[in-house]
């Protein structure tokens, strides 16, 4: 579905979650929303890379790829989110 993301942001295609939920970390596997962000954070100012995106995937927030931990709470983060979907991790 077309959609408009963050640059910085995370994106995993749903055909990648199977990685993740075995293990890899969500930052390697999800491919990087390329540009540069107008403004901190997670505003929708920065939705400005025009993007094709599969129904199931996830994008994981600038604050999170940026912030503290990064690796760790992108994984909380994916997992949380496959979590309240209902599918096993």
Do not use: C, W
């Amino acid at each position: 579905f077309p959609s408009h993301d963050k640059p910085g942001e995370k994106y995993i295609a749903p055909e990648d979650l199977a990685k993740v939920k075995s293990g890899a970390s969500p930052l390697t596997v999800g491919k990087t929303i390329p540009g540069v962000a107008k403004v901190q954070g997670d505003s929708y100012a920065n939705d400005t890379v025009p993007a094709m995106l599969k129904e199931g995937g996830i994008i994981i927030p600038r604050s999170i790829v940026h912030g503290k931990d990064a690796a760790k709470k992108s994984a909380e983060f994916v997992a949380a989110i496959l979590n309240k979907q209902h599918i096993k991790k």
